[in-house]
């Protein structure tokens, strides 16, 4: 079955560091690999995804992350934190069938602190 | 475009009433999904909609949770009755093809 971790339910840093949330997956086959972020009272938003190619995926808002095979995870990652990236972090993997269901990790908060 | 619309935006309820959420999902998607987060645990799959055809229920909790949609439009999901673990975010997601999702803004059940 397919699976993913979130290790840490909450990661804090000082603006301006750089930031890691680190995603472990478990799959069968070629993972597809998507962040998405949840704001205060906002919906879920695509932040970036690995589908195939380059190992390190750049998405919004500033954010990438790496795609490594052989220690299956794909940590978010942003050089230079923002307190405005204070948010709900969630590591999604697409099941392969018909219905392309995402697998969910339990969301990691980011607290971004002046 | 307008994106996948959600109403209502919060719902508190009594145990053992009736509540429908709604998803209006992206025109011309006929591809349509909900998930569900119950507090502080992972976001779970509950179903998914080929327009009006359900292609995969198996994430539905039980049979207190009918889903519906209704002409491959709007989809509604009609929780009878609410318990108290019901309670927490019901997220609606489209998409023309499948996997390519667009996610609505949630609406969080509150069930007392």
């Known amino acids: 079955a397919q699976s993913v971790a979130q290790p840490e339910d909450q990661v804090n840093v000082a603006e301006g560091n750089p930031l890691t949330v680190k995603c472990t997956y478990s799959?069968?086959?070629?993972?597809?690999l998507f962040w998405y972020v949840q704001y205060p009272n906002r919906g879920l938003q695509f932040l970036l995804k690995?589908?195939?190619?380059?190992?390190l995926v750049k998405g919004s808002y500033g954010f990438e992350a790496e795609f490594n095979k052989s220690q299956t995870s794909f940590h978010l990652k942003k050089p230079s934190a923002l307190v405005s990236d204070s948010a709900l972090y969630f590591c999604a993997v697409r099941e392969i069938s018909n219905t392309g269901k995402l697998i969910f990790g339990q969301g990691t908060t980011l607290q971004v602190k002046p | 475009e307008a994106g996948v619309t959600q109403f209502p935006s919060h719902s508190v309820i009594e145990k053992g009433q009736t509540v429908t959420l709604r998803c209006d999902p992206i025109?011309?998607?006929?591809?349509l999904y909900w998930y569900r987060r119950v507090m502080g645990k992972e976001i779970k799959f509950l179903l998914h909609?080929?327009?009006?055809?359900?292609?995969?229920e198996s994430g539905m909790p039980n049979n207190r949770f009918l889903a519906e949609r209704t002409g491959g439009t709007y989809s509604t999901l009609k929780v009878q009755p609410a318990e108290l673990e019901d309670s927490g975010v019901y997220f609606c997601a489209s998409s023309q093809v499948v996997g390519g999702y667009t996610f609505g803004s949630g609406t969080r059940l509150t069930v007392v």
């Open positions: 690995y589908i195939t190619g380059d190992n």
């Open positions: 799959v069968s086959g070629n993972p597809y």
């Open positions: 909609f080929v327009k009006e055809s359900k292609q995969d």
């Open positions: 025109s011309g998607h006929d591809n």
